[in-house]
């Protein structure tokens, strides 16, 4: 799978099948909001919008200590 990150630049990224089979059960369970991007928000004032760099970060930090 290729991403588009920092300064549009594109990287590969390696998923395995249960990768991807999370990934069409998350667009699965979104299937009402159309974004171009994978993670979108689902705040009210910015639904369907991306989610900023430092909205992942906290979400990766929380379920860290959560782990």
Known sequence: ???????????VVNLYK???????LYLFLR???HSEYLFISLSKNSR?????TQSIE???RDGGKKA
Not at 1 to 11: A, D, S, T
Not at 48 to 52: A, K, V
Request: no cysteine.
């Open 58 to 60: 906290k979400i990766i």
């Open 18 to 24: 249960d990768d991807i089979e999370l990934i069409d």
């Open 31 to 33: 299937k009402n909001i």
């Open 1 to 11: 799978m290729q991403i588009i990150g920092k300064g549009g630049k594109r990287r």
């Open 48 to 52: 369907g919008n991306r989610l900023s």
